[in-house]
């Protein structure tokens, strides 16, 4: 048990100094008035010494002040020495939990580098703190390699498209995204053949008659590719083409270039495509480069024509994807193709879950390496070594 001696000018003091010193858990048990001598000629001045003990219930309330399992046959420093585990078991705790933390800091920090949004980011991180035993392992590289996977997980790739392209493609969009040059470099893989592939009979149509300088630049195109192309601008005119070529196995449409705020070609665009069957795929086509809330904002507004596969350009004119992907998170749009350049047709590529893994940045699995398969692996190999028809490289 431990005792305690206290003195003071005054027993209230006295007691003052040990409810401060010990709180309710002190029980006095005696007090001494002790006289202190002075100099001849003065009065004497008078001490209070308090004794008592500490004691393992609380004396104002009665309740135990520790664990009743102790107070039986434990004394006091049993009861400090249990305390003194727990504490130290309280900064083990703290200690994993801040270093699961920085592990946890170390992911965010990589995905916020590729642009990643807060949203996305939050995805994983909460997936990866459900694996207790993942953070506990202090791997950091089995860590990336979980947060790899739960991206590689949440981008759709729209497989079934490039397996067997719809007869009707359209390509929507808004202004100067590369819509008719993606449809040029589509005709030019699908209509004129490569390698063992047997060249498809393809046509162009474009509804686009606004832009001036439009009709004649995916005109060019289809004169070197020899691919003929119409002009339509009216619901009867697409619908007769689409009669007359219904043997056709693609027929390419290249829609208006304009902004999808300007409600009244929009509202024409619906109009002349209403005519469009249930063969026909609509195509959102998006760049790269555009801000997250746009893309969304972009894909919402273009909803209404039955958008169902993404066509993602201009990679080649950014480093950084996360915004991109956290998009195709979000909205489940798969994606068909992408474009990484403006050679025609080589800079088309069908999208797959390697080619985006492999474009991240910043993680220490080597993700230039990284293995997913899928059928546009299969394609960008075998259309990579192609000269080009024109483009760029062409014009220099
Ligand atoms: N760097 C780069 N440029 C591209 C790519 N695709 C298209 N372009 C270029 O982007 C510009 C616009 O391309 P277009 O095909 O005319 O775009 P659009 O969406 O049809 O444009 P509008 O009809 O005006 O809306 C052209 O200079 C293209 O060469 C690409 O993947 N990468
Ligand atoms: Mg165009």
Redesign the pocket.
Known sequence: MEYFTVKAPTYEAAVRKIREQYGNYAKIHSKKVIRKKRFPGFSHRTEVEVTGYLSVTDTQSGSAGVDPAFTKNTDMGEVLSELEKVRNQLAMNEEKHAKKQSLIEKIVKILQYNDFTPGFIDNVCNKISEDENLLSSNDVLLLESKALGYIADSIVIDTAGQRHLPQILV?M?????????????IAAVHGLGSGMKRNKKVSIVTI?NY?IG?KN?IETFGDIMSIPVTSVSSPLALDTFLHDHADSDLILI?????SPKDQDIYDEMQRILSVCGSSTKFCL?L?ASMKFADMIKTIDRFLSFRISTLIL?????TEILGNALSVIAEKKLPVLY?????KVPQ?LIPASIGFFMRALKGFNVDVENLTFGGFGEEIHENTSGESSIF??DDRE
């Open positions: 390509l969009g808004p202004t100067g995204v590369g819509k008719t040059t993606t449809v040029a470099k686009d832009r439009a630049q290249d829609t208006i270039g304009k086509t760049s350009t201009k990679l080649d004119e992408v474009t990484t350049g403006q800079d483009g760029l």
